[in-house]
């Protein structure tokens, strides 16, 4: 028996062209999935987490080929199906299914949700009616329906029966792997919990591998052998799940956590907020995606200063780099009374009103990060921005930003994409007393 993986990505990528005019010139590229590698061991379920948007779904219509990659390689069973023609890409999803959120728009309503089950069989040649039907009797029984619910259509059904008639069109091929995408993200708690169990039986019963999306983190926990967590297009985390949920690596692992929302009132997570917006797939962050929003951003080693201070001078520098306007700090100033008009606002009530926007104390604990600051500060509200920018990006500045981490396998046997990862390899690594 081969130990391979069943499936194997590696740097995947799928970005979008974004268009302008009449011609459909290319300005520019939505990088949804930029890059992502992971492996699937057949009967394990993998779990794919991460915020709206951070390329969940597109990673999963990719790795099926539904959509065509811009890169990478995605070996399955041994072969690159991106290599594949029509026809053996035919025979491989037989045996790679997907499922979907919606299960209202996964069926055809003037189609029995028998012959909507059966539909696979006749595609991939099942020629003989009767042969189909006993087939999709047999498993609408598997999957908690009744042999009779062949001939009913999709509107008679609940959701949550619908996402067992998807189940049962996905198994139908016989598959290896199912690719299920928020696949109860729809449902009522309990019934979400029944579909989950469903789910957990079939995948014993079939030898299923599946790739489970999902933003539902305790949802995760329960279904999953495995998660790897996206950002932005990209891993940043994949441990096994127990690992992830009681030892996250990445600050930004660690931040979805906390968001979980505990029942025990007693035990209440600490949430761990976020500053700033998710940065668009366009036009990622250098270094490590997530230092924009970070709260354990690496501080340059010349100054001493608290992790919050840090975070909050880094946000100022990079709205400054982005082009935070002066005036309008001037105009918001005149709107709350503090002068008559722009040019009548001080300089120390705009300075000290970036301070409090955000959220930077009157004096940085670092006596040296202080002057800095402020030197970058007296050039921004007297107008001279390139100066301010020059000032803050120089003194202000973190490898973060500077250099992309690799995904590094910890001494606690995850492997997070982030520089403290790295540093906590070496720094934590035993050393002598003498
Ligand atoms: N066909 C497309 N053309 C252009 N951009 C797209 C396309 N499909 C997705 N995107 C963009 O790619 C990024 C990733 O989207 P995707 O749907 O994969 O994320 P997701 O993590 O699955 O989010 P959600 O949980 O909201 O579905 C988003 O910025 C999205 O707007």
Redesign the pocket.
């Known amino acids: 028996m081969s130990s391979d993986p069943l499936l194997s990505v590696r740097g995947l990528k799928k970005h979008?062209p974004?268009t302008e005019g009449v011609l459909k010139k290319e300005v520019g590229r939505?990088k949804?999935?930029d890059g992502i590698s992971f492996d699937v061991e057949s009967g394990e379920t993998l779990g794919l987490v991460?915020?709206?948007?951070?390329?969940?779904?597109?990673?999963?219509t990719s790795l099926l080929r539904l959509e065509d990659p811009t890169d990478g390689d995605i070996v399955f069973d041994g072969e690159d199906i991106t290599e594949f023609d029509d026809t053996r890409l035919k025979s491989f999803r037989r045996r790679a299914q997907m499922m979907f959120q919606d299960p209202s728009s996964s069926f055809d309503p003037r189609m029995s949700v028998g012959e909507s089950v059966a539909e696979p069989l006749e595609i991939h040649g099942m020629r003989d009616r009767s042969r189909r039907r006993r087939i999709v009797e047999n498993l609408l029984e598997r999957v908690g329906l009744s042999a009779s619910d062949f001939d009913r259509y999709p509107h008679e059904f609940s959701g949550g029966q619908k996402q067992r008639i998807a189940l049962a069109r996905a198994l139908v091929l016989n598959p290896d792997i199912i690719v299920a995408?928020?696949p109860v993200s729809a449902l009522d708690v309990s019934i979400q919990a029944e579909i989950i169990s469903l789910m957990r039986d079939l995948q014993d019963e079939f030898d299923l591998a599946i790739v489970f999306?999902s933003?539902d983190l305790g949802v995760v926990r329960e279904v999953c052998d495995r998660v790897a967590v996206?950002y932005l297009?990209e891993i940043v985390e994949v441990a096994d799940t127990e690992t992830l949920f009681t030892d996250p690596q990445h600050p930004y692992t660690r931040a979805l956590l906390s968001s979980i929302p505990t029942p025990d009132p007693t035990r209440r997570n600490e949430q761990i907020e976020l500053t700033g917006d998710v940065p668009?797939?366009s036009n990622p962050p250098s270094g490590c995606r997530f230092h924009t929003r970070c709260p354990e951003v690496i501080p340059p080693a010349e100054f001493d200063l608290d992790q919050d201070e840090w975070r909050h001078v880094l946000d100022l520098r990079l709205r400054v780099d982005s082009g935070l306007d002066v005036e309008d700090v001037r105009s918001f100033l005149v709107a709350e009374g503090v002068a008559n008009d722009t040019e009548a606002v001080p300089d120390d009530a705009v300075k000290r009103e970036l301070r409090r926007e955000f959220d930077i104390p009157e004096t940085l604990s670092d006596a040296a990060a202080e002057t800095v600051l402020s030197e970058g500060l007296d050039a921004l509200v007297s107008g001279d921005h390139d100066n301010a920018k020059r000032t803050l990006d120089e003194a202000f500045s973190t490898v973060c930003e500077r250099d992309a981490p690799a995904l590094e396998t910890s001494e606690r046997g995850s492997t997070a994409a982030c520089h403290l990862v790295d540093e906590s390899v070496t720094v934590e690594s035993p050393v002598s007393d003498d």
């Open positions: 979008y974004i939505v949804a999935v991460g915020e709206s948007g951070c390329g969940k779904s597109t990673a999963a995408d928020e999306i933003h996206m297009g668009s797939p």
